[in-house]
C-alpha cells in the first residue's frame, strides 16, 4: 500500500473471528480513531456486512463516506440494500487443484487461482 501513497495508521489492522458482531466491534474502534479510515477491507462479507451495519448505525454512509469491501462474495453480498464489493475465490478450482497436487506428487507445476474483484455499490469511485 505504501507503493500507492497509502499509509496504515495505528489501530486501522485487526484480529478476530468471521463473524458480524466483530465487525460492529471493530468498526465502532476504527470510527472513534482521531484519522478515520475511508475505506475498510475485511476478510470475508460476514465482517464487511458488519462493518456496514455499524456505520450505517453511527450514522456514516457507505460508500460516500466509507467504502467497503468484502470476500468470498457470498450471495447475500449482492442483496444488501448497499450491495457488497467483494472478492471472488474459485474455492472449488482450489480443492481440484489440491487433489491433483496429492495425486501426483511428481508434478513441478504449481496451479494459481486468481481472485477477482466483483464491483458492486460499496466503494466510491475515486
Do not use: C, Y
Not at 460492529?24 to 480513531?33: F, V
Amino acid at each position: 500500500m505504501e507503493e500507492w501513497g497509502v499509509s496504515i495508521g495505528p489501530g486501522t489492522i485487526h484480529h478476530s473471528d468471521f463473524s458480524v458482531d466483530a465487525g460492529l466491534e471493530i468498526t465502532d474502534r476504527l470510527l472513534a480513531l482521531a484519522e478515520v479510515p475511508t475505506a475498510v477491507f475485511t476478510a470475508n462479507d460476514s465482517l464487511a456486512l458488519g462493518v456496514m451495519s455499524a456505520a450505517q448505525r453511527a450514522g456514516v454512509s457507505v460508500p460516500d463516506q466509507l467504502s467497503v469491501v468484502g470476500f468470498n462474495d457470498t450471495p447475500l453480498a449482492a442483496r444488501l440494500a448497499v450491495p457488497l464489493t467483494s472478492v471472488k475465490v474459485d474455492f472449488a478450482r482450489i480443492a481440484a487443484d489440491a487433489l491433483d497436487l496429492l495425486l501426483s506428487p511428481a508434478a513441478t507445476d504449481r496451479p494459481a487461482v486468481q481472485p477477482h474483484l466483483v464491483e458492486r455499490a460499496s466503494v466510491a469511485s475515486i
